[in-house]
């Protein structure tokens, strides 16, 4: 029997280019910020091997194209919930690297300003909300900030992500239904990387593919290739776009494979070796960079002049991040309570 199309997740095509719209800038920032990312990722395994990171390190090696195609759509307004393996999220929506880096080694620079570990920092004064451990219950605050931009009629769009793992929980079924209920300008992105800790999918449920669920909450569902930076453009963007025009919330499920352990100290000897070679090959990093060669959208010298820029400012934030003090004991004890007018 044929597949589906639905099964079929949406790629992009030399033909889709118009379609995005997209400058010649537009086309190598993607790159630059997939390369950062990957980029602080290495060298933060590398500090954590060197037992200069407390706590885990979560890496989004493999996630970058959902995160940065992702978030590249949005406008300067709307809103980012990340998840744990979306540093490209939060780099796109503004946050130094100086910053990020500061904030994973437990320093007064970093985002929360020594607070905390890596993956809960956020920033409201780039629209990035802090994200909650408990897996989904991101979900519902995203839907709270969209209703919040339709009654002040803001035009804001919130857009967050889930795991596998994570779309079974009771949060995402309620936030999502809530959502599609009161037609809010919410995007939400499942990250399926095929394994929830060391569960693999086939173990987490019995739906064929996770955006099954949207047609129960009445919204549309699309599947895409995750590791193809321009389809996760292209799907959010129009995503991104009906919730703006005031037509509800999308669900979108971009598949992809975690490259790594769930989190440093997992080997994920659980992950058959050839389900890794496999995805080994379809990087998503270096198939952007083919397709950008193979369509001549960047000559030789550009691209040897970002990942020249990419490895400085990465030099540049560890040597900051080493540098910089520790927050003072009693700092702990501020900002506990918001200011009231
Ligand atoms: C409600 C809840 N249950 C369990 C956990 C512990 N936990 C943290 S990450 C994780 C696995 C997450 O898998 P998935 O949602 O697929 O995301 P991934 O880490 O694979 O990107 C678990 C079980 C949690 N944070 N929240």
Not at 206 to 213: E, G, H, I, M, Y
Request: glycine letters at 10%; a negative charge; proline letters at 4%.
């Amino acid at each position: 029997m044929p597949k589906s199309k639905k099964e079929n997740p949406i790629t992009f095509r030399k033909d889709d280019i118009p379609s995005l719209e997209f400058s010649h800038e537009d086309f190598l920032n993607l790159y630059y910020f997939m390369k950062l990312s990957r980029e602080i990722e290495l060298r933060v395994i590398n500090l954590y091997r060197q037992g200069k990171i407390l706590g885990g390190v979560y890496s989004g090696i493999g996630h970058e194209a959902i995160s940065v195609g992702s978030t590249f759509v949005l406008g300067e307004e709307d809103i980012l919930l990340p998840m744990h393996r979306d540093m490209g999220a939060h780099l796109v929506k503004g946050q130094t690297v100086e910053r990020i880096l500061a904030q994973y080694l437990g320093k007064e620079a970093g985002v929360t300003r020594g607070r905390d570990g890596n993956m809960h920092h956020g920033d409201l004064s780039r629209g990035i909300v802090g994200m909650i451990s408990h897996l989904a219950a991101m979900i519902p605050v995203a839907a709270g900030v969209a209703l919040a931009s339709k009654l002040q009629k803001k035009n804001r769009v919130a857009l967050t992500f889930v795991g596998d793992g994570g779309s079974n929980v009771g949060d995402f079924h309620e936030g999502l239904n809530f959502a599609g209920a009161l037609k809010l300008p919410m995007v939400l992105v499942i990250e399926n990387n095929q394994f929830a800790y060391s569960t693999p999918i086939s173990k987490q449920t019995a739906a064929k593919n996770l955006v099954d669920r949207a047609a129960g909450y009445g919204i549309p569902g699309v599947i895409v290739d995750g590791n193809d930076v321009l389809a996760v453009a292209k799907v959010c963007r129009e995503a991104v776009e009906r919730a703006r025009a005031g037509r509800g919330p999308t669900l979108i499920e971009a598949k992809t494979m975690r490259m790594r352990g769930h989190s440093e100290h997992d080997d994920h000897a659980y992950v058959p070796p050839e389900l890794l070679e496999t995805w080994k090959g379809r990087d998503p990093i270096q198939q952007y960079e083919r397709f950008l060669t193979e369509n001549t959208l960047w000559t030789s010298d550009e691209r040897e002049e970002i990942e020249a820029r990419v490895k400085k400012e990465v030099d540049d934030g560890v040597d900051f991040a080493e540098k910089s003090p520790f927050p003072r004991g009693e700092q702990a004890l501020e900002d506990v309570y918001a200011p009231v007018e």
